[in-house]
C-alpha cells in the first residue's frame, strides 16, 4: 500500500482564519515532507521531519506551523494566511531521508484564501 | 548548485503517437538520484521510476522507457504507443547523496488527443 491521504480536499479560508491540513500515511515511512504548488508551476519544498524532528524549513513564514505527532501522521496549522498563499498543498511521505528513496505524493488539498 | 531542465513547456499528440520528453540536469556530485513524476488533473504526483547515477542501463516498463545518458546529462522519458490518460504533466526530479531535497523540473504538458 503506497498510499498517502490528505484532508480536506478543498479548503477556503479567509485571512484571519485558523485552520489545519492533515496528512497521514501507514507504510512506516520516517521521512515526511510539505510541498506548495502553484498553478502551472513544480512543487515547492516547505518542509521535511525526519524521524520526527523538524530537519528542513526552506524559509517558510511563521504563518505555516508544521507538526509531527507522531510518524505516520503530519500536519500544517494555517494562520493569518494572505491570498497569495492561495494554492496545492502536498503531503509526501518516504522510507527515510536518504537521498536515494522516493517520495510518495498524497493527493494535495487545495487551498483558497480569500 | 543542482538544477533539472525540461525545456518543452508543452506537447500535443495524436493517440498512438510515440513522444519523449526530455530532461537535462545539471549537478556537482557524482553521486545522485534522478525520478520522474507523473500529476495527472487530479493533482497528485505518482512516482514513475528512479535511477541512480552509476546505473546508466535504460528501462523499459510497458509502454514506458527511459534513457539515462551521463554524457550529456540527459534522463529522458519516452511513452510508446500515447494513450489519452497518458495526459498529464510530468516532471522529472533531481536529488543529490548529500542532500535531502528534491528539486524539480519546471514539468512538461503533455496533451494526447483521441
Known amino acids: 500500500d503506497t498510499e498517502v491521504t490528505q484532508t480536506p480536499k478543498h479548503l477556503v479560508m479567509g485571512m484571519t482564519n485558523k485552520k489545519s491540513l492533515k496528512c497521514e500515511q501507514h507504510m512506516g515511512h520516517r521521512a515526511m515532507y510539505w510541498y506548495k504548488q502553484k498553478a502551472k508551476k513544480p512543487p515547492e519544498l516547505m518542509f521535511v521531519y525526519s524521524y520526527e524532528k523538524l530537519s528542513i524549513n526552506e524559509s517558510v513564514p511563521s504563518r505555516f506551523s508544521p507538526e509531527c505527532p507522531n510518524s505516520s501522521l503530519l500536519n500544517l496549522h494555517l494562520h493569518a494566511l494572505q491570498p497569495e498563499d492561495s494554492a496545492l498543498y502536498l503531503c509526501?511521505?518516504?522510507?527515510?531521508?536518504?537521498?536515494?528513496?522516493?517520495?510518495?505524493f498524497g493527493p494535495g488539498t487545495r487551498l483558497t484564501v480569500t | 548548485a543542482q538544477k533539472v531542465t525540461q525545456a518543452q513547456t508543452e506537447i500535443s499528440v495524436v493517440e498512438k503517437e510515440d513522444v519523449t520528453l526530455d530532461c537535462v540536469y545539471e549537478t556537482r556530485d557524482t553521486t545522485y538520484y534522478l525520478f520522474w513524476y507523473k500529476q495527472p488533473p487530479s493533482g497528485e504526483l505518482v512516482f514513475l521510476i528512479r535511477?541512480?547515477?552509476?546505473?546508466?542501463q535504460n528501462e523499459i516498463s510497458g509502454r514506458y522507457s527511459w534513457n539515462f545518458q551521463k554524457s550529456t546529462s540527459s534522463f529522458n522519458f519516452t511513452i510508446t504507443a500515447s494513450q489519452v490518460v497518458d495526459s498529464a504533466v510530468y516532471f522529472c526530479a533531481l536529488k543529490e547523496e548529500y542532500g535531502n531535497k528534491l528539486v524539480f523540473g519546471a514539468g512538461t504538458i503533455l496533451r494526447v488527443k483521441s
Open positions: 509526501a511521505s518516504s522510507p527515510g531521508d536518504r537521498a536515494s528513496y522516493e517520495q510518495y
Open positions: 535511477r541512480n547515477s552509476f546505473d546508466e
